[in-house]
């Protein structure tokens, strides 16, 4: 599969999983019961470090410059 995002929305990607993740962490955020849903930064967070989006893909959009 060819790369379909540029370097601002792997970065953007990347800073946001890492929050997502941050706010699943029992030191940084209480525990309320909810946290599990920042596990759910994996995704954009590996979708960052891959370069490939499937929704893009699926919509036909990039973001690389070419």
Do not use: E, H, K
Not at 19 to 30: E, K, Q, S
Request: net charge positive.
């Amino acid at each position: 599969m060819t790369r379909n995002m540029g370097g601002l929305d792997r970065l953007l990607r990347f800073y946001l999983g890492l929050v997502m993740i941050g706010c699943a962490l029992p030191y940084w955020a209480p525990q309320t019961g909810w946290n599990w849903i920042g596990w759910l930064g994996v995704i954009p967070l590996v979708s960052s470090l891959m370069g490939r989006c499937g929704v893009y893909r699926l919509v036909g959009l990039s973001t690389c410059a070419r």
